[in-house]
């Protein structure tokens, strides 16, 4: 039978209130033994329930003297963990202001020490009493994780997470001080194969969720950045070789022009050669640069030219289908628009197709 002295559970908190002293009670009547207390730099009228909560023998408490943000608060916390508790399997993270049940905490510790997976737990938002910000803000993060990240996640922006011991060293080294740093620790299961399972637990709004420090705009923005840092490296990385394409075309055209290479011969030839060129460099900073893939060079190359051709007839009949559909004769800006939303959609596609085969990252069994 797994014995919760073997987990540690990590409550992050600034400026609580009675919430936080109900919190540990709760945790240790459920059996919790260990749990490390982080204030974050809270204001002084805050600190006696921290000193009240450090009364209990069950509790560590740990201080930043200014607010450094929920990333830091539970790095200083994994930091401290992996120095001082050597036998422990893992940590589970939760918030101290009630929202998340003991039980449910359990649950995903429970379900982490069987499975030595990172444990998610996470809310359902169709319940009727789940107030209207939260439940869109996360369904729709939820639903950009899953469109520029190709990653399936319930609740991104759950803070209870059961951490084995062996993935804590990897998640406490990247980035991210502030809200943004659970993002981060999503993003890096993907970067770094580390399987996560999810635990459904009781959708809990205490007040609306007033106690919650989260600053809509300023973290929201964060959050999303790092979201999209895929897609806008993918977008750089399509532009310059673009333009690489587009040069070498130009200048191979003024090289290479002769009475034997003229018309359609020569701009066939400085076209197929500026494309092998630009192609290839655009592989290397795909997988170097935008999706930091461990793949064998030869089969991602051999994935990615296998998308590629394809898609470039795909283009000229889909552009040519529309130009006919359309009745389209000679009209070179609507010829022009139609040619530009094939590429955008194209554009999408490639990257979604990129990201999710020729590049995709293997998991962890």
Same mark, same amino acid.
């Given at each position: 039978?797994?014995?919760?002295?073997?987990?540690?559970?990590?409550?992050?908190?600034?400026?609580?209130?009675?919430?936080?002293?109900?919190?540990?009670?709760?945790?240790?009547?459920?059996?919790?033994?260990?749990?490390?207390?982080?204030?974050?730099?809270?204001?002084?009228?805050?600190?006696?329930?921290?000193?009240?909560?450090?009364?209990?023998?069950?509790?560590?408490?740990?201080?930043?003297?200014?607010?450094?943000?929920?990333?830091?608060?539970?790095?200083?916390?994994?930091?401290w963990?992996?120095?001082?508790?050597?036998?422990?399997?893992?940590?589970?993270?939760?918030?101290?202001?009630?929202?998340?049940?003991?039980?449910?905490?359990?649950?995903?510790?429970?379900?982490?020490?069987?499975?030595?997976?990172?444990?998610?737990?996470?809310r359902?938002?169709?319940?009727?009493?789940?107030?209207?910000?939260?439940?869109?803000?996360?369904?729709?993060?939820?639903f950009?994780?899953?469109?520029?990240?190709?990653m399936?996640?319930?609740?991104?922006?759950?803070?209870?997470?059961?951490?084995? &011991?062996?993935?804590?060293?990897?998640?406490?080294? #990247?980035?991210?001080?502030? *809200?943004? =740093?659970?993002?981060?620790? %999503? /993003?890096?299961?993907?970067?770094?194969?580390?399987?996560?399972?999810?635990?459904?637990?009781?959708?809990?709004y205490?007040?609306?969720?007033?106690?919650?420090?989260?600053?809509?705009? &300023?973290?929201?923005?964060?959050?999303?950045?790092? #979201?999209?840092?895929?897609? *806008?490296? =993918?977008?750089?990385?399509? %532009? /310059?070789?673009?333009?690489?394409?587009?040069?070498?075309?130009?200048?191979?055209?003024?090289?290479?022009?002769?009475?034997?290479?003229?018309?359609?011969?020569?701009?066939?030839?400085?076209?197929?050669?500026?494309?092998?060129?630009?192609?290839?460099?655009?592989?290397?900073?795909?997988?170097?640069?935008?999706?930091?893939?461990?793949?064998?060079?030869?089969?991602?190359?051999?994935?990615?030219?296998?998308?590629?051709?394809?898609?470039?007839l795909?283009?000229?009949?889909?552009?040519?289908?529309?130009y006919?559909?359309?009745?389209?004769?000679?009209?070179?800006?609507?010829?022009?628009?139609?040619?530009?939303?094939?590429?955008?959609?194209?554009?999408?596609?490639?990257?979604?197709?990129?990201?999710?085969?020729?590049?995709?990252?293997?998991?962890?069994?």
């Amino acid at each position: 039978m797994p014995n919760l002295s073997d987990i540690s559970v990590v409550l992050p908190s600034l400026d609580p209130d009675t919430k936080l002293i109900g919190v540990i009670d709760g945790l240790i009547e459920y059996g919790f033994t260990d749990i490390i207390l982080i204030n974050d730099g809270s204001k002084p009228e805050k600190l006696h329930y921290f000193e009240e909560a450090a009364r209990h023998p069950e509790v560590h408490l740990l201080h930043h003297e200014v607010n450094r943000g929920k990333g830091a608060a539970l790095k200083t916390a994994f930091s401290w963990f992996l120095q001082n508790r050597p036998d422990a399997l893992g940590v589970v993270t939760a918030d101290g202001d009630g929202q998340h049940h003991p039980a449910d905490i359990k649950a995903c510790a429970l379900h982490m020490m069987e499975t030595d997976r990172l444990v998610l737990g996470v809310r359902d938002f169709d319940q009727p009493d789940v107030p209207f910000k939260s439940r869109n803000g996360n369904k729709i993060t939820s639903f950009v994780f899953k469109a520029f990240v190709g990653m399936t996640i319930s609740d991104t922006q759950t803070g209870l997470r059961a951490i084995p &011991r062996k993935d804590l060293p990897t998640l406490s080294a #990247i980035a991210g001080d502030r *809200f943004e =740093y659970e993002t981060n620790m %999503l /993003l890096a299961t993907k970067e770094y194969g580390i399987a996560f399972d999810e635990v459904t637990i009781q959708t809990v709004y205490i007040e609306e969720n007033q106690s919650s420090h989260f600053r809509a705009v &300023r973290d929201s923005w964060r959050i999303y950045k790092l #979201i999209f840092a895929h897609f *806008f490296r =993918y977008a750089a990385s399509s %532009l /310059l070789s673009a333009c690489v394409d587009w040069t070498l075309y130009v200048l191979l055209c003024a090289v290479l022009h002769t009475d034997f290479f003229d018309g359609i011969a020569l701009t066939s030839l400085c076209a197929l050669c500026a494309r092998a060129v630009s192609s290839l460099l655009n592989f290397y900073m795909n997988q170097k640069f935008v999706f930091h893939s461990g793949e064998n060079v030869w089969k991602a190359m051999l994935k990615y030219y296998a998308l590629a051709l394809p898609q470039l007839l795909v283009q000229i009949l889909l552009t040519e289908g529309v130009y006919m559909l359309l009745g389209i004769e000679y009209a070179p800006l609507l010829r022009g628009l139609v040619y530009g939303l094939v590429m955008v959609v194209l554009f999408i596609a490639s990257f979604l197709i990129q990201q999710r085969w020729v590049f995709a990252k293997k998991k962890e069994n």
